[in-house]
Every structure is written in structure tokens, then in C-alpha cells.
């Protein structure tokens, strides 16, 4: 696979969205935290893994995570990390790589098969001759990428570790085979991928199998063949690899997964949407192109398809027949249908093309240029929208950014008392929220030396009784309770008192009055903004002097985002001496006259 200038476009923006916004939720913390112990204790101290004392509802596959960690392990041989949390940037940033190369290979491979020639289907020479094609097949794919560039949630969650997306990079290759008509290969890998990874791929297999048999792409024995084989493979893999990790007998995540939600109906607990949820809000979301109007987009790329055996109307078919079967299921996130993503927006873009050529042809050349203009203006302005949620998005992981911060007033130093490890508790949503093992800068697992400490214990404790007979040993706090009630809710020892530290601030709406208002600027005067283009990307490259583009660039966010505050950090003191000095931190840098801080090893 060779790289375009325009594919380092997209990997770029993944990149960016990795870096900008490093820290995960509770909904990758299976993932992010077995990385972690795969990464740092190995295979063999299974007993300090996380998932151990925190299992969760149903047990997750540790295939992709095994995957990560290790891939990441030889990036690491090649690049040593500075502390713990940059080998969850590495991690994230393999794995985002991963995810966009997947999707550039798509590009590619439907680039290849829209270019081939129709004569391939034409085995009866008396039919009549299609004609032969025009440009439009090439400008699908330029406004494929561009509606991908401009995207917000793919780039963004490319690099996040939900099992989604450790699925996604296979699901895409299986797409490049539909393309190359290679169906039986491709029904294999989403076979592999459902019982390794994640069981909804499946459907979209089953679905897939059904259309490519109506089409007469494939026979009943190719079909029953490679789902038995990709079924076999994963499972086998999957019983070998997690058996070993749940430390329990023939262990299947991705099928107790399936009946807990699916056949027992559990998944209704986490919240329930309507039917039309899908098509009217998340589609028309995630595509990020015009609202509820990429839906005429989509529609018309179905007019014509130039890849060999209608391989795009195939895809097309199964991903809204995916949509429409997955719409039954009463408990419906966005991520159950990520896959069809990059299929509608190729459709989109396809449809896009289809309409700017017959526009063109039928009314005239101006009315077609006006078209263009348009969708290069629902582009600019979905370019925006993606860089406001990538602003607030920064201030969606107060946990993260809580502890990160508590690292920063509490740097490393000297230990006087290493026997004597300092104990930071933080609460379940901070622990929802970013506050993952990697941010643990100096837990067991960090290789710094208990000489160096101080060598915290970050505890976790959720069960109230237990809170209370611990909290006196609480050395700092990092909860999701504001000053006034923090003494009632964690009552501080006989002459101590807790003493704010820091307040970290979260996400909590778009100023949409603001925004409103910035895109009725940006439509009545377009011109402005293209000329400050030039200036945003020097200030990008940092080719500006004495400017910093990321001071700049939050600081004209910020007009659009609300931020309320959500952390609390503190820290025990006496009542008695409510002054701070230097001696109330002893292991600080103030006082770190012993060398440097080592380098994290695996």
C-alpha cells in the first residue's frame, strides 16, 4: 500500500485527536487497563491484573489488547517512553495507525475497482454495450476523503480503545476483498472478527452472505465453508488466549457477551432508543456532512456503481439492511454501527459526484460549480464542527486531566519515608473519566525506584464501609465532591482538615447561540475565512514567531464551549497550621537534590 500526500491528511487528524485528547473513558477501560497489565506485569502476574478486582458486568476478549501491548512493546524498544501514560499515547497511537490504514486501504481498493472496466461483467456479447466510463469515478473517492477527513467521531475514536474499534481494522480489510470479489475470504475474516472480537459483526456477516447469494456472487458451499472456518479459527483462539487470562475453562467473551445482552436482554439497562434512532440522529451525526441531507447523498450513490459486480450497491444494501435489522434491538449506541460508516460515506461521495456531473450535464456548467461550492462549504463548516467537539472533547475526561494535574502539583522527588507510600484516593466517576493504571505515574508498576518516590497507593475503594474505615488514611483526595460537603462525605481525621488543592472544570454544553452565530458570519462572508487559512496552517507548522497556535486555538474555542466545574483535588493537613511551606511536600522537587527521575521500562 503506497500513501498519498492526502492520506497523511487523514492519519494526521487521527494522530491530532490522540495526542490533543489523550485519556479514555469507562467504556475503554477494559482494554486501556488490560494493556497496561499486559504491558507492565507480563504474562505471568495474572494477580495484579485489574480485571480481577474489577470484572465487570460480562467478561471482554483480551485478544485485541494482547495485540496492542505488544506491538507497542517493540515501538517502546525503539522509542523509550519517558513515564507510564506516554505508553498509553503509544498504545492508542498503534492502534488509531491501525484503524486509519485500514480505512486508506478501503479508499484504495474501491479507487481500484471503480477504475476497472465494465467489459469484466459483460460475458454475453449480445447484450447491449454499457457505455464506457466518465471522470465521475475518480471524483467519488475525492469526495469520499474529503467527507472522511472532515469527520469528526471516526478520526476521533480511531485510537480509542473500544472494542469496536479493535474490531474495525478487520472489518475494513474484509471490505477490500468484497471489492476484489474475493466474498469467501471476506466472509471469513467478519466470522473470525465476531467471535474473537465483537459478536454484532456477525449480523453484518450473515447479511452480507445473504445479499452475495441473491446476487449469485457466491454458492451456499462458499458461504457455509468460510463461516466455519473464520468461526473455527477465532474460537479456538479465543478459548486459548482468554481462558488464560479469566483464569477459568473454556472462556468465550464475545458469545456470554451475545446471551447476556442480547438473549437475556440485559443491554436495556444501559437506556433504550426508538426505532428511527439510527437513521434520523446517528447517521446523519457521525457522517457529519450537511445533517439530515447526506441521506440524498447516500441514496443517490446507489444511481451508479463502478466497482465490479455491483460490489458497492452490495456493500450499500448490506449496510442499511445492518441498520435496519440492528434498529430492533431496543438498547442502540452509535458504535454498534461504526462499520457501515466509511460504506455510506463512499456511497455519499459517490452520490455526490453522480449529482455534480448531471447537474452540469443537464442544466450547466455554472449551476455545477455552484454545486461544488456548496459541499466544499458543508465541508468548511463540518471542519468546524469537528474542531469544537474536539475542543470540548479535551474537557470530557476530567479524571484523566484530574490526575495528570495532581501529578503536577505533587512532582516526584526524594522519598523520606519509603516504607511509608502516600495514599491518593479518587472516586468511581473519576475513575470513569480518564483516571486509567496508566496515569498511575508511580504505582507498583512505574519502575521508579522507592527511593525516588514518593511511591503512591492510588486507591479505588467503592464500597462505603470499607470508605469509612480507610478514609483516615487518605493522603489526598481526587473526588467528584465539591468543597462544602467533602468533610461529610469523607469526615478527615481528628485535627486535620482537607485543604483544595485544584479544580478541574468539564465539558458541559456548546454555546450554540455562539456557534450559530459564527456559521451565519462564515456564510455571509466565506472569503474572510479562506483568507486565514494560510495563517492557521503556519501557526500549525509553527512557522509564526513568538504565537502559540494552541494557546490561540482554545482561546477562540473557548467562545463556544461551556465548562463547569467537576473535580476536586485536596489535601490532608493539619488545622492547626493552615499555611503550606515547602516541609508539607518533603518529596516534592523543590527538595530533589539526588539525581534525575528514571526512565520507565517495561
Known amino acids: 500500500m503506497r500513501l498519498k500526500p492526502s492520506d497523511f491528511v487523514f492519519l494526521t487528524a487521527v494522530c491530532c485527536y490522540c495526542v490533543l485528547s489523550p485519556y479514555t473513558k469507562v467504556e475503554e477501560s477494559f482494554n486501556i487497563q488490560a494493556i497496561h497489565d499486559i504491558y507492565f506485569y507480563g504474562l505471568s502476574k495474572i494477580q495484579s491484573y485489574d480485571h480481577l478486582d474489577f470484572p465487570g458486568v460480562v467478561p471482554r476478549s483480551f485478544i485485541g489488547a494482547l495485540f496492542i501491548s505488544y506491538v507497542t512493546k517493540i515501538l517502546a524498544k525503539i522509542a523509550p517512553p519517558d513515564d507510564k501514560f506516554f505508553v498509553q499515547i503509544m498504545a492508542r497511537g498503534i492502534l488509531g495507525a491501525f484503524n486509519a490504514l485500514s ?176 437513521w434520523g440522529d446517528v447517521v446523519p451525526r457521525i457522517v457529519n456532512f450537511g445533517g439530515p441531507i447526506v441521506w440524498a447523498f447516500i441514496l443517490a450513490g446507489f444511481i451508479r456503481d463502478h466497482s465490479p459486480f455491483h460490489s458497492l450497491r452490495v456493500l450499500g444494501v448490506t449496510s442499511l439492511l445492518y441498520i435496519a435489522a440492528y434498529s430492533f434491538q431496543p438498547h442502540k449506541e452509535w458504535r454498534f454501527i461504526v462499520y457501515t460508516i466509511p460504506l455510506l460515506t463512499l456511497l455519499a461521495g459517490n452520490g455526490i459526484a453522480i449529482m455534480t456531473q448531471r447537474i452540469g450535464k443537464h442544466i450547466g456548467p455554472l449551476p455545477q460549480i455552484g454545486f461544488a461550492l456548496f459541499i466544499i462549504a458543508v465541508a468548511l463548516m463540518s471542519a468546524a464542527i469537528s474542531a469544537t467537539k474536539l475542543f470540548a472533547s479535551m474537557y470530557n475526561y476530567e479524571g484523566g486531566n484530574a490526575l495528570a494535574r495532581f501529578h503536577e502539583l505533587i512532582p516526584i522527588g526524594p522519598n523520606p519515608n519509603p516504607s511509608e507510600p502516600l495514599v491518593v484516593h479518587f472516586d468511581v466517576p473519576v475513575a470513569m473519566s480518564g483516571a486509567t493504571r496508566f496515569g498511575q505515574l508511580y504505582d507498583d508498576a512505574s519502575g521508579v525506584s522507592p527511593k525516588y518516590g514518593p511511591w503512591y497507593i492510588y486507591d479505588k475503594t467503592e464500597n462505603q464501609e470499607l470508605l469509612d474505615d480507610i478514609t483516615d488514611s487518605f493522603d489526598y483526595l481526587i473526588v467528584e465532591t465539591p468543597p462544602d460537603h467533602v468533610d461529610k462525605v469523607f469526615p478527615p481525621a481528628d485535627m486535620y482538615r482537607w485543604k483544595l488543592l485544584d479544580t478541574i472544570p468539564k465539558y458541559f454544553t456548546v454555546n450554540k447561540p455562539a456557534l450559530l452565530a459564527l456559521f451565519q458570519d462564515m456564510a455571509a462572508d466565506p472569503v474572510k475565512y479562506l483568507g486565514t487559512l494560510p495563517e492557521i496552517i503556519s501557526l500549525f507548522l509553527g512557522v509564526v514567531e513568538d504565537r502559540d497556535f494552541s494557546k490561540e486555538a482554545s482561546a477562540f474555542l473557548s467562545k463556544y464551549v461551556v465548562l463547569l466545574d467537576s473535580v476536586w483535588i485536596y489535601k490532608r493537613v493539619s488545622v492547626t497550621d493552615p499555611t503550606e511551606s515547602p516541609s508539607d511536600y518533603p518529596w516534592s522537587a523543590i527538595n530533589d537534590t539526588e539525581g534525575a527521575k528514571p526512565t520507565v521500562s517495561a
Open 103 to 278: 480505512v486508506v486501504a478501503l479508499k484504495q481498493t474501491a479507487s481500484w475497482a471503480f477504475s476497472l472496466p465494465y467489459e469484466e461483467e459483460q460475458e454475453d456479447e449480445s447484450k447491449e454495450k454499457i457505455p464506457p466510463k466518465d471522470s465521475t469515478y475518480k471524483t467519488s473517492i475525492y469526495w469520499f476523503w474529503l467527507m472522511m477527513c472532515v469527520q469528526f467521531h471516526l478520526p476521533y475514536y480511531m485510537s480509542r480503545t473500544l472494542p469496536n474499534f479493535l474490531a474495525f481494522p478487520l472489518f475494513n480489510i474484509a471490505m477490500t476483498y468484497v471489492f476484489e470479489v474475493k466474498d469467501g475470504i471476506a466472509l471469513g475474516i467478519l466470522a473470525f472478527t465476531a467471535i474473537t472480537l465483537r459478536a454484532e459483526v456477525g449480523l453484518f456477516a450473515v447479511l452480507l452472505a445473504l445479499v452475495l447469494l441473491g446476487t449469485r456472487r457466491v454458492s451456499i458451499l462458499t458461504v457455509v465453508k468460510s463461516l466455519t472456518i473464520g468461526l473455527g479459527i477465532g474460537a479456538l483462539l479465543s478459548v486459548g488466549v482468554d481462558s488464560y487470562f479469566w483464569q477459568r475453562p473454556i472462556m468465550l467473551p464475545e458469545v456470554q457477551g451475545f446471551i447476556f445482552n442480547i438473549v437475556n436482554g440485559q443491554a436495556v439497562n444501559w437506556g433504550v432508543e426508538p426505532y428511527s434512532y439510527y
